[in-house]
């Protein structure tokens, strides 16, 4: 408890000057720096500017008017980055009201996660207080009920912080969210049977057919746009491809198979667009076929179950390294909301089996950002990039370590939630 | 039949355990839980039993000498709730009190879950029924001997209990309309519906429990009197009441919010029994103070939240609230993945509400035994007590750790190095198994 109260002593920051609370320009001193993208630095400021890393180095002298805080005995970190989650989409799970995830419909890319992104989501508060700077949001729980989804919309990538969806957002439309056919002989619903073989073969065909089909439309959409055709009209739908065929938005292809990686990946050569692979549960012999076309993955959770049952029993736990050894770049989501908060503790898990731990970090900051197309901006402490840091007491990946401080665009944001709000009023309970 | 075969593979492959005389474990940081930590300690095993801890321990002649250097050892963690090993469904939920079904009776030693859990430390788990009905079936405490019998899985005298449940679980079946039922559910709708009605079938159950009991007891005296009456009939759904009366039985029940929590008590107080655990009890934080005086116990999630509305208001302070207000309190997994980790739970609390790393630890081993009533034989590392341990290559409160070799009874059911060592022959055998299965043509690739 001492020692908690003299890190608190350390973290309260002095002021040069009268600044507005939401000032978005501050120098940190004194910190060990990681930067992630070099060696860890002692002793040394980072001066954020208008919401951008202006300057490191070891003596910053404090310019006018600009607050200063003293992070000696701290580490300051790149804020996290969940790649995928649920986070503002959906409340209470249980309550379908309160959920908007999963519209109806095969094909809805022209749909945005961005413009349904709560901003007042008791999860955002919970989520960035262990050290998350901004998530993705798919429009798509990934649930794979008879098949019923392919293209679920447009994945937002949102900071954490903001008073509107518009402001929170980063790049609204990161990533096109796609859940792959595959042959699943799953149950249609809860409590019914599962399905003959044959039927789940065929759903599987046509599926991967319509969704060729939906390509090639989309393909026609584009020329006859680009040919602006007198008897062209505006659709919706078409029309939010056209970011994916030009190759600017990558898909985001749920396969959680190795027959599902292969395919995906034989359908990205065909289409001739970039994919990422989303939520494996297994490598098989897919890490060459990744690797020699520089299609990166965002792994689900480790804490989960292998699947099957004569799978080793570490199986989820290594399977970040098996993509790493096989030269493919990682990094993580957690595909929820109640413990988006948690992505941290999924890659330190596949440290303990296998991930270096640099890499784990790496996956979780500057990785994320360079596969959602945002690595000159995010996911380091670079000059240039933005300011969302967090001041840590330790490794921000242990459970052990507190996050004290956190920064998101240069402006400090509270790291209170609804849950340290119950804590202090409820300690106080006669 | 081939998952069968698979599964024979694999249990003959990791059941190695070996039946040592003696077993001493040395240079390890010796994480005691009840007595400190001891850096570069030793701990001897015999008979089971842990004969010694300490320092400088030398071996006795033939025993095994582990090594541990630079590893931590902690006693083998406890989930005090569980629904790992339960053959078929964990709920029988035709009925509003299923007091007469016993989780003891469907127990598969097989469940490859069991294994699982050990290789992540785990040693004891209470083992539950689910939560369907206001009054659920009996319980059981096991112990994770894989590669045995059911009856071997059974914690020699840990007291049995049962299940309660509370809010929207039990209620569940009494508010949805029978034309949104999923297939296979009974048609009709199934009283309680509300928590109201969970109370009324709670203390209804007793009313009669306690009606039962004095029929007995009027019919034992007149027995006594030397008379010849004839006997009650037998209820099988009353007689484990009678044992939660008789203080016999412990109630594990399953809670979420404040309100339910207080009523549950209050009930327990009017009935004249004891709440043992109240399970998840994530708004406990709010009734610390009854909880206290009525001592009960609490085991809750380390984190979860917001999966549903009774969820909604938990915190993942509920621990440290607890703790520090004088409430036992243990963190369980309710999962056959969360049981995995049980120590990256108990780290948790670290983070949310800062307690320290004895108190973390305690939540998955001394308290839970503690909350079972097994705490005199598990739970810490004691000369006297069980020779469960779990070795890791790290603190276990760290989350780059992970355990390597686990111990019941001085006996070795996990050791990560023989598993993967039996990994390649087994992916051998398990490959030729399955080409005979699929001796037909393989599927077309796409395109």
């Known amino acids: 408890m001492k020692q908690l109260c003299v890190v608190a002593a350390l973290v309260c920051s002095t002021r040069v000057g009268a600044q507005p609370v939401d000032s978005n320009s501050v120098l940190i001193r ?30 910053l002298a404090p310019k006018a008017s600009i607050r200063i805080v003293d992070a000696r005995g701290l580490h300051l970190y790149p804020g996290l980055i969940n790649a995928a989650t649920n986070v503002g989409l959906s409340e209470i799970q249980a309550l379908r ?15 945005r996660a961005a413009s349904a992104f709560n901003p007042s989501s008791e999860h955002i508060e919970v989520t960035r207080a262990a050290g998350i700077t901004s998530v993705v949001s798919l429009p798509g729980s990934g649930s794979r009920r008879a098949g019923a989804l392919l293209i679920t919309g ?36 809860a409590g019914a049977p599962p399905r003959p073989y044959k039927d789940a073969l065929q759903q599987y065909t046509d599926r991967l057919q319509e969704l060729g089909e939906f390509f090639e439309q989309a393909r026609r959409y584009q020329k006859a746009m680009a040919a602006r055709a007198p008897d062209f009209r505006r659709d919706l739908r078409l029309e939010a491809m056209i970011p994916v065929l ?29 994919i990422i692979i989303v939520d494996p549960r297994e490598i098989g012999g897919t890490g060459p076929l990744l690797k020699e076309r520089h299609i990166p993955v965002i792994l689900g959770r480790a804490f989960q179950l292998p699947m099957r049952d004569d799978d080793p029993y570490d199986a989820p736990y290594t399977l970040a390294a098996q993509f790493y050894r096989a030269g493919v770049k990682v990094c993580f989501g957690t595909f929820d909301v109640q413990f988006a908060r948690n992505v941290g503790f999924e890659a330190a898990q596949a440290a303990a089996f296998g991930l270096p731990r640099d890499v784990a970090l790496r996956a979780l900051t500057i990785n994320s950002a360079e596969i959602l197309g945002v690595g000159d901006r ?53 | 039949m081939r998952r069968i075969c698979v599964l024979a593979l694999l249990l003959s492959a990791i059941v190695g355990n070996s039946a040592a005389e003696a077993l001493l474990i040395r240079n390890a940081t010796v994480l005691t839980v009840t007595k400190g930590t001891i850096p570069n300690g030793s701990v001897l095993v015999e008979d089971g039993k842990i004969a010694a801890v300490g320092e400088n321990l030398s071996a006795p002649a033939g025993a095994t000498i582990v090594d541990a250097s630079g590893k931590y050892l902690m006693p083998g963690m406890i989930d005090c709730h569980s629904h790992t090993a339960i053959e078929g469904g964990v709920n ?45 079936g009996q319980t059981v405490v096991v112990k994770l001997r894989w590669g045995k019998t059911a009856q071997d899985m059974l914690f020699a005298g840990a007291k049995p209990g049962i299940k309660f449940a509370l809010g929207e679980n039990p209620k569940r079946q009494g508010y949805v309309p029978p034309s949104v039922l999923p297939p296979g559910r009974p048609a009709a709708r199934r009283y309680p519906g509300t928590r109201m009605g969970v109370e009324d079938v709670i203390r209804e159950s007793f ?47 399953h809670c979420y919010r404040s309100d339910e929590i207080l009523m549950l008590l209050r009930v327990a107080d009017e009935m004249g029994f004891k709440i043992r655990t109240l399970q998840h009890a994530l708004e406990a934080y709010k009734v610390a103070r009854e909880i206290a005086e009525h001592g009960a116990s609490v085991s809750t999630f380390s984190d979860w939240w917001s999966y549903k509305i009774e969820a909604y208001d938990a915190t993942p302070y509920n621990v440290a609230i607890l703790t520090r207000k004088g409430v036992l309190v243990s963190v369980n997994s309710d999962s056959d993945e969360l049981q995995r980790h049980l120590n990256l739970e108990a780290a948790k609390s670290m983070r949310y509400g800062g307690l320290s790393e004895a108190e973390a630890l305690a939540l998955v081993t001394i308290n839970p035994a503690k909350q079972l009533a097994i705490d005199d034989k ?5 000369a006297g007590k069980s020779a469960d341990l779990a070795l890791f290559d790290g603190h276990p409160l760290s989350n780059y750790s992970k355990a390597l070799r686990v111990w019941i009874d001085g006996h070795e059911y996990f050791d990560r190095d023989k598993d993967l060592e039996t990994r390649p022959d087994f992916e051998r055998k398990k490959k030729a198994l399955e080409d005979k299965d699929n001796g037909g043509p393989r599927l077309p690739t796409r395109r």
């Open chain 1, 30 to 59: 004194n910190a060990t720096v990681h930067p992630v993208t070099g060696p860890e630095i002692q002793n040394t400021s980072v001066l954020i500017l208008d919401g951008r890393i202006a300057e490191i180095g070891p003596k």
């Open chain 2, 378 to 382: 598990v739970g810490s590392i004691e």
């Open chain 1, 97 to 111: 009201d309160t959920v908007d995830l999963d519209e109806l419909g095969l094909f809805n890319p022209e749909l």
């Open chain 2, 92 to 136: 029988e939920g035709t009925v509003s009190d299923s007091s007469m079904v016993n989780i003891e009776d469907v127990l598969d030693p097989m469940d490859i879950n069991i294994y699982r859990a050990l290789a992540g430390g785990l040693t004891v788990s209470n083992v539950l029924h689910g939560s369907a009905n206001a009054i659920g």
């Open chain 2, 207 to 253: 009313m009669e429990a306690k009606n039962y009991r004095e029929d007995w007891q009027a019919y034992r005296a007149r027995v006594a009197r030397g008379e010849h009456p004839l006997p009650p009939r037998k209820d099988l759904r009353l007689e484990p009441l009678v044992e939660v009366l008789e203080g016999k039985r412990y109630v594990h029940a």
């Open chain 1, 246 to 274: 030009e190759g600017l938005q990558p898909i985001a292809i749920r396969a959680e198979r190795e027959r599902s990686i292969r395919d995906a990946v034989a359908f990205a050569d065909e289409e001739k667009v970039k």
């Open chain 1, 378 to 430: 995010l996911g380091s402490i670079e000059k240039g990039k933005l300011g969302d840091l967090i001041l840590t007491d330790g490794d921000p990946l242990e459970a052990r370590t507190n996050i004290k401080q956190m920064f998101i665009a240069g402006r400090e944001v509270s790291l209170e939630s609804r849950h340290t709000r119950e804590y202090e009023k409820w300690m106080k309970r006669p």
């Open chain 1, 154 to 189: 447009q994945g937002a990538l949102m900071h954490l912080d903001g008073w509107t969806w518009e402001e929170m957002a980063v790049k609204p439309g990161a990533v096109m969210d796609l859940v792959f056919p595959e042959i699943n002989t799953g149950p249609a619903q």
